[in-house]
């Protein structure tokens, strides 16, 4: 089945972390709605809040009902093995537009998905920075794809395109960091940016 989905950003009025965490995005005639928001600061009571959202996530995530991810920090790739493994894929993606990383290759839709939010993702980097390299581009491609295989790959089990997926990132300093969360939302799961 050859299926394009458009995923429309924050169609739904997102006014605190209840909101988000409450709102389920719809599918319907191939859109997907999706939210992608940044929350700055923090008020009274915030790490109180953030558990007991964690915990109430972590119910929905076991009942099958979401997938919930929060992610405290993107790494960088370290060690050769690892460096090796995603420029392969990245390589034989940009050449065939194929996937050999585990979680992508066993689903020719999130493949699909994931091919087409990497185009869209590079391009906005390459907009953004001007007068980027053809390494640089290829860098940050391979950084979404070990970000998305170590940190999100929760979101990739049993991926379709109307399952629901909550992301926490959080200490996002970095425009890479943040693309990374436009990326994730490009795959269907509602991100939220904790600054």
Not at 2 to 7: A, Q, S
Not at 15 to 30: C, K, P
Not at 106 to 128: C, F, M
Not at 148 to 158: F, I, Q, R, T, V
């Amino acid at each position: 089945m050859d299926v394009n989905v458009t995923y429309r950003h924050n169609a739904m009025d997102i006014t605190s972390l209840d909101a988000f965490f409450s709102i389920r995005g719809g599918f319907h005639e191939q859109i997907r709605e999706v939210c992608f928001v940044r929350a700055l600061g923090e008020c009274a009571g915030f790490a109180e809040k953030l558990g007991e959202i964690d915990r109430r996530m972590g119910k929905e995530s076991l009942a099958g009902r979401l997938v919930y991810a929060r992610i405290g920090g993107l790494p960088n790739i370290s060690g050769e093995d690892k460096v090796r493994i995603y420029a392969e894929a990245y390589d034989r993606w940009a050449r065939e537009q194929v996937f050999t990383l585990p979680h992508i290759k066993q689903n020719p839709l999130l493949g699909k998905a994931v091919s087409g939010a990497l185009v869209k993702t590079e391009g906005i980097y390459r907009e953004g920075k001007g007068n980027a390299s053809g390494s640089m581009i290829r860098n940050f491609g391979i950084k979404l794809l070990f970000w998305l295989e170590e940190k999100a790959s929760a979101c990739l089990e049993g991926w379709k395109e109307n399952s629901c997926s909550k992301v926490v990132l959080e200490n996002v300093g970095k425009e890479q960091e943040y693309l990374f969360g436009y990326f994730l939302s490009l795959l269907g799961c509602d991100v939220l940016l904790l600054q």
